[in-house]
């Protein structure tokens, strides 16, 4: 049930989308630097998205049209899916 559920093509557009929210964001709140400041860090909870939501902050617009359309069920859409063997191992 666990596979099912969590690989679900509409949990991982999802997953997707707030991961995608998320990394446009951290030039505004800075998550990569605050990972290191416990002090900082802690201050992130599931509200970040909220906060994203109800800001007017320019840099933060493209956070809050990726979050629109999830709240509106305009879900990135699964285009190919395939299985990757556990050997196969890609060289840099």
Known sequence: MFKEVYTHKVSQSIDFMVADA?????GYFNFGENIHKPEEFMHYTDN???RIEL???EALQESKAILDRLRSRDLYRCVCTF?????????D
């Open 22 to 26: 998320l990394i446009k964001a951290n």
């Open 48 to 50: 970040i998205l909220t």
């Open 55 to 57: 800001s007017t902050e």
């Open 83 to 91: 299985i990757v063997k556990p050997e196969v191992v890609l060289d």
